[in-house]
C-alpha cells in the first residue's frame, strides 16, 4: 500500500526524526517530490534512515566509496537530491564524524551567508535612523503617496496596450504605498528613510532567524560529529584483507 506526506523541513535533523517515525511503523521511502514523501506500507517492517550530505558530487569516486562505506554497514540509498542522499536500513543507522561533518559544513556555510547578508540590511536599516533626522531638517516629508502612479492617456492602439500595462504597474504601486501608509501610521514618521526601514527592517530580521536556524542545525550536527567515535567501516582495508584471506 501507497502512502503520501506533504512536509516542508528546514532542519535535516527533524526530517530524520520524523521518517525514523514513520520507519518504525513500517514506512519505507520509495520517493520525494514537491515536498511529497511516497512510501510504500510494508506490515511488520520496521526501518531507520539517514538524511546525509555527499562529501563530494554524485558518481564521483570520493561518492561511490563513501556510498559503499554506507552500504558495507547496512544502510542503502534510496533517493538523491543534488548532494544530499537518503538511506534506509533495517537496523539504526550510527551518526559518525565522516557522515555528520559534510552536513554540518552545510548549513555552517548557509549561516555565514544569511548572517553577512542580514547585518547589511541591519546597518541599513540603523542609518535610516539617523537620515530620518536630517531629512526632517531640510523638510523632505513624505505624502502617504510615496510612489507616484503612472498617468494613463493613451489614444492609439499601442498607447492603449503601454496603458494596460501602467494600469498593471499601478497596482503594485498602490499596494507599496498602502504599505508605507501603515508603518508611517504605526511610527507617527513620513519620510522616505522610514520607507526604506520597511524593506530593510523585515528582511533583516527574516535574514537574522534564517541565520539562527542554521547555526543551531550545524552546531547540532558538529555535537554529533563529535560525540561519535564510530566510523564507518573502510570499504578499501576491507577488500584488501578479503584478498588476502584468498590469497591464502
Known amino acids: 500500500m501507497s502512502i503520501s506526506y506533504f512536509r516542508i523541513f528546514f532542519s535535516r535533523i527533524r ?38 550530505y555527499l562529501p563530494a558530487p554524485y ?21 538523491l537530491n543534488g548532494r544530499w542522499i537518503y538511506f534506509v536500513s533495517e537496523t539504526e543507522i550510527p551518526v ?8 554540518a559544513k552545510v548549513f555552517a556555510v548557509r549561516a555565514f551567508y544569511t548572517g553577512f547578508f ?28 510615496t510612489i507616484k502612479t503612472l498617468t494613463l492617456n493613451g489614444e492609439s492602439i499601442a ?9 498593471v504597474l499601478n497596482l503594485f504601486i498602490r499596494l507599496a504605498n498602502l504599505y508605507f501608509s501603515l508603518w508611517y501610521k504605526m511610527t507617527g514618521i513620513t519620510s522616505g528613510a522610514m520607507a526604506v526601514i520597511s524593506i530593510t527592517a523585515p528582511i533583516a530580521l527574516v535574514l537574522m532567524i ?6 543551531n542545525e550545524s552546531l547540532s550536527l558538529g555535537y554529533f560529529a563529535g560525540s561519535k567515535k564510530k566510523e564507518l567501516p573502510d570499504v578499501n582495508a576491507a577488500a584488501e584483507k578479503e584478498g588476502d584471506s584468498d590469497a591464502e
Do not use: H
Request: charged residues 30%; proline residues 2%; glycine residues 8%.
Open 15 to 52: 526530517e530524520r526524526s520524523w521518517l525514523d517515525k514513520l520507519g518504525k511503523q513500517g514506512l519505507l521511502l520509495n520517493d520525494i517530490r514537491d515536498n511529497r514523501y511516497y512510501f510504500e506500507k510494508n506490515e511488520g517492517g520496521r526501518y531507520f534512515y539517514a538524511v546525509e
Open 210 to 215: 534564517f541565520c539562527a536556524l542554521n547555526v
Open 118 to 145: 542580514g547585518l547589511i540590511a541591519a546597518a541599513v536599516t540603523g542609518y535610516q535612523f539617523y537620515a530620518i533626522n536630517w531629512l526632517e531638517s531640510v523638510g523632505r516629508n513624505f505624502s502617504e503617496q
Open 159 to 167: 498607447d492603449k496596450m503601454l496603458d494596460a500595462l501602467k494600469y
Open 59 to 79: 558518481e564521483s569516486e570520493e561518492a561511490d566509496k563513501y556510498i559503499e562505506a554506507r552500504k558495507a554497514s547496512g544502510a542503502e540509498p534510496v533517493f
Open 96 to 103: 559518525t564524524r565522516k557522515t555528520a561533518l559534510p552536513s
